[in-house]
């Protein structure tokens, strides 16, 4: 299992944290201050540090930036302990390089739950670096991604008509008459790309499509997947979610996504100030409605079967990313998907949109946060 270091200079909490994680199968090793978990952490890099904020000598806020200053340090997520209920301070070390913050006193689960989605983000991370390591098989990649981006739908009803001729569908296929597609893409990466080395961006993209992939797995996403530069993802009400919307969870990874963009934003400012990079955005579209998961083989490569989301519903919120970009909204929303999360959200500009190739128009709105 996963090394972890441990900082807190309350002796209790720091029982109950190693306890906690033990039971999980880690290995875990702890400091009383930031100096001494710091020395712990250079003399045996961990998979993942839990540091709490205030702490003699040393505290959580300098040892995150002496860790971020490391390069063979950098890539360790970093979750904060702190007992401030001032949103400034939470805001405080997320900008400053911290992957997830905790509230004392917190509950042996939700230390269990962040510390798992940490993990998970690492190994991701891991799989992405390796698809990005050498540049000319990116390049290839980069092309043929594109053109998947705009055949998507065509290649999808293709491969259907050929598996069912009769247009009956697969039993193994999941129908939801309700949810939530979110579409987010990077409009300035080919821009960002020509200007980096192969090192350079598979550090970037590392750190973006980590935190994008975290941040929907996070938001309890029933399906994720990577088209071209973007990620498209698949809310769903189920048993353990059913007390928060899939609308308003989406809307919640939306936000997460435009606040891993601005962290890449200052990534991008301390790394390559003398590089006159186009400036990194994203663009986050939702829509809801009736969506199909559908089970079936490979169209390109006849490889074992994978999961597709097909419908009307993941068309147009692909075409309403391209108007969110054209319009200079981070975050669009269709109307209809608002609707459902109506008193949460709060939203600006509205507009009336024709989308390409579709002969009913769509109703938007820019999202701005949340309400509560």
């Known amino acids: 299992m996963a090394l972890i270091v441990v900082m807190e200079d309350d002796a209790g909490t720091r029982t109950l944290i190693a306890s906690v994680l033990r039971k999980e ?14 020395a712990l952490v250079e003399a045996h890099p961990p998979d993942l540090i839990i540091s709490d904020v205030q702490m003699p000598g040393l505290n959580g806020f300098e040892m995150l930036a002496a860790v971020r200053r490391e390069p063979r340090l950098t890539g360790i997520p970093v979750i904060l302990l702190t007992s401030l209920q001032e949103r400034v301070h939470m805001r405080i070390g997320m900008t400053t390089g ?3 913050y905790i509230t004392k006193p917190f509950r042996p689960g939700e230390l269990r739950e962040a510390v798992n989605a940490q993990l998970h983000r690492r190994s991701m991370q891991t799989a992405v670096q390796d698809m990005a390591v050498d540049v000319a098989v990116r390049t290839a990649l980069e092309v043929q991604t594109r053109e998947l981006s705009r055949l998507y739908e065509r290649r999808l009803a293709k491969a259907l008509s050929e598996r069912w001729p009769s247009g009956d569908g697969s039993a193994a296929d999941e129908r939801f008459v309700e949810a939530t597609v979110l579409f987010v893409d990077i409009p300035n990466y080919a821009a960002v790309s020509e200007r980096l080395s192969g ?5 970037l993209v590392k750190r973006f499509y980590g935190s994008a992939g975290d941040t929907v797995y996070l938001f309890g996403a029933r399906h994720m997947q990577f088209i071209g ?3 498209l993802a698949v809310f769903v009400d189920a048993a353990n979610t059913r007390s928060v919307s899939h609308g ?8 997460g996504l435009a ?6 934003r200052q990534y991008i400012d301390e790394h390559f100030p003398a590089r006159a990079l186009p400036r990194f955005e994203v663009n986050v579209a939702l829509h809801s409605g009736a969506v199909t998961l559908a089970h079936l083989q490979d ?3 006849d490889a074992s079967a994978q999961l597709l989301p097909v419908g009307d519903v993941v068309t147009a919120t692909m075409l309403l990313q391209k108007q969110a970009l054209r319009l200079g909204w981070s975050i669009a929303a269709s109307l209809s998907m608002l609707r459902a999360v109506a ?12 989308l390409p190739g579709r002969s009913a128009s769509l109703e938007a709105a820019e999202v701005l946060a949340l309400t509560r």
């Open 25 to 38: 199968g880690h290995e875990v090793v702890s400091a009383e201050d930031g100096a001494k978990g710091l």
């Open 259 to 264: 606040d891993a963009a601005r962290g890449i």
């Open 229 to 231: 530069e973007g990620l």
């Open 199 to 203: 090192q350079e961006l598979a550090e």
């Open 98 to 100: 911290a992957d997830d």
């Open 343 to 354: 008193g949460a959200v709060e939203i600006g500009q509205r507009a009336v949109l024709q």
């Open 299 to 301: 169209p390109l490569h």
């Open 248 to 255: 308003l969870r989406a809307v919640r990874a939306a936000l």
